[in-house]
Nanobody, 120 residues
Framework: QVQLVESGGGLVQAGGSLRLSCAAS????????MGWYRQAPGKERELVAR???????YYADSVKGRFTCSRDNAKNTLYLQMNSLKAEDTGMYYC??????????????WGQGTQVTVSS
């Protein structure tokens, strides 16, 4: 089992920045992918960014150039640096992990989420 705990959400004005963190604990597979999904009100949950244990990354087109996903393997912590935030970035952000895979299409574990609200 893996436990994921997010932090860092909040309220920010459009154009501002936030950094989300996700602390992972438990039995973490050497091959894994971690990343961030978000769910806006009335919309489906979508993959925003992902980084694998070998360092490969993926970003949704809507956040490319503005968000940076990184990880500190020594601390088992995942980060999402969000810059130039827009109102449409508002939503609940969930940390997720897939074990035994470099991709995050079907996460095995989820955090409880942290709310990001961007005011225009």
């Amino acid at each position: 089992q893996v436990q994921l705990v997010e932090s860092g959400g909040g309220l920010v004005q459009a154009g501002g920045s936030l950094r989300l963190s996700c602390a992972a604990s438990g039995r973490i597979a050497s091959i894994n992918a971690m990343g961030w999904y978000r769910q806006a009100p009335g919309k489906e949950r979508e993959l925003v960014a992902r980084i694998s244990s070998r360092g490969s990354t993926y970003y949704a087109d809507s956040v490319k150039g503005r968000f940076t996903c990184s990880r500190d393997n020594a601390k088992n912590t995942l980060y999402l640096q969000m810059n130039s935030l827009k109102a449409e970035d508002t939503g609940m952000y969930y940390c997720a992990q897939a074990s035994g895979s470099y991709y995050l299409t079907r996460p095995d574990y989820w955090g409880q989420g942290t709310q990001v609200t961007v005011s225009s």
